[in-house]
C-alpha cells in the first residue's frame, strides 16, 4: 500500500480474513459465482449489488476474494459502535455510512481516496434490503453515482439471489443448515459514457443510477428467470401522505380514498386508518383501514407509480 502513513487498514487483520473468513463462508452456503471475468485486474473499482439480506456480505466478499480483490463495504455507522465488531471492521478498513449527521458524505469522500489508491468499494445502492414484494432491486440512492462520476472508475454491477434464504431481512437467527446455494455473478462494466463531463446535477445523479440499478436488476432476472417489474418499488412513495378526503370538516385518515360520507361516521380510507372528526348527524367515529394507520403497502404503492 505504500507508505504505512496512507494505510487505512491493518494489513495483518486482513491476511487472517482472507485465510480463515472463505473457508468458512463456503461452509455455510453454496457459493454459486460468475461473472469475475468482469472485474479489473488491478486499480480502483467500484461494486454495485443488491440487497437482500445480512447473508449478502459474506457472499459479496468472497465473490470479491476469489476475483482477487479485497472487498471495502459501505456499512451503517451503528454497526462500528458494537464492541468488538467495530474494532475489527476498522482494521479490515471498512467504511462507516453516516445518516441524518452533517458528515454524511464524508462516506464518499473516504471511498474516492480509497478508490485512488485501488480499492474495491462495495456499495448497497438501495440503502437496505429490499422492501420490494418480490424482492426486486428497489430505487437506489444517487451516493454511487456520484461516487462514479467523480472518480471515473469502472462499475460493476453484480447480483445476488439465495442469501435471504440464509438470513431473511428482519430475522435475528441464520439459518445456514442444510447449506442453501447463494448464487452471485458479475456483468460488464456500466455504460457511464453518455455521462463523462457533465455536471453532477440532480437529474444526471438520478440518471446514471437508473443506468447502474437497471444492470443489475437484468442480472437477478438472469438468476431468476423472471421478469423484474416495468417500474422498481419506491420505499418513499410507499411512505408518502395521501392527500385528505373532500367531505369531512376535520383531518381525515391517510388512506388512499380519505374519510367517507356516510352519517355520523369519518369512514376510513382503503389503506389507512380514519380519524375521529364530527359526522352530518352525530359525534364520528372512526374505523381501521386494512394495513394499519397512515401507511400504504408495497403493492398499493407500486400501482399508484405504475398508474
Not at 124 to 130: D, F, I, V
Amino acid at each position: 500500500m505504500g507508505k504505512r502513513a496512507e494505510r487505512d487498514y491493518s494489513p495483518g487483520w486482513r491476511r487472517f480474513t482472507t485465510i480463515i473468513l472463505p473457508p468458512l463462508i463456503r461452509s455455510i452456503m453454496k457459493h454459486r459465482a460468475g461473472g469475475q471475468e468482469h472485474f479489473p485486474r488491478d486499480g480502483g473499482m467500484i461494486v454495485a449489488g443488491n440487497h437482500l439480506s445480512y447473508a449478502d456480505w459474506p457472499a459479496m466478499a468472497l465473490f470479491c476474494h476469489e476475483a482477487g480483490h479485497y472487498p471495502v463495504f459501505t456499512i451503517k455507522s451503528p454497526v462500528f459502535d458494537v464492541k468488538i465488531i467495530g474494532w475489527l471492521l476498522r482494521k479490515f478498513g471498512q467504511l462507516p455510512v453516516f445518516r441524518g449527521r452533517a458528515d454524511a458524505a464524508l462516506v464518499l469522500n473516504d471511498a474516492e481516496q480509497r478508490i485512488a489508491r485501488g480499492a474495491c468499494v462495495v456499495f448497497y445502492p438501495e440503502g437496505t434490503a429490499s422492501r420490494d414484494p418480490d424482492l426486486w432491486p428497489m430505487v437506489a440512492r444517487t451516493g454511487v453515482a456520484r461516487l462514479a462520476l467523480t472518480t471515473g472508475v469502472p462499475v460493476i454491477p453484480v447480483a445476488c439471489w439465495g442469501a435471504q434464504n440464509i438470513m431473511p431481512y428482519g430475522d435475528k437467527r441464520p439459518k445456514p443448515f442444510p447449506r442453501k446455494i447463494v448464487n452471485i455473478v458479475a456483468g460488464p462494466p456500466v455504460d457511464l459514457s453518455a455521462y463523462a463531463g457533465k455536471p453532477l446535477t440532480a437529474d444526471t445523479l438520478r440518471s446514471v443510477t437508473n443506468a447502474i440499478m437497471a444492470d443489475v436488476t437484468k442480472l437477478v432476472a438472469e438468476i431468476r428467470g423472471e421478469q423484474p417489474p416495468a417500474v422498481p418499488y419506491d420505499p418513499r412513495a410507499s411512505r408518502a401522505e395521501v392527500t385528505p378526503g373532500t367531505t369531512g370538516p376535520g383531518p381525515t385518515g391517510a388512506g388512499t380514498t380519505g374519510a367517507g360520507t356516510g352519517p355520523g361516521t369519518t369512514g376510513a380510507g382503503t389503506t389507512g386508518a380514519g380519524t375521529t372528526a364530527p359526522g352530518t348527524t352525530g359525534p364520528g367515529t372512526t374505523e381501521p383501514g386494512t394495513t394499519g394507520p397512515g401507511t400504504t403497502s408495497p403493492d398499493a404503492a407500486r400501482k399508484a407509480q405504475q398508474g
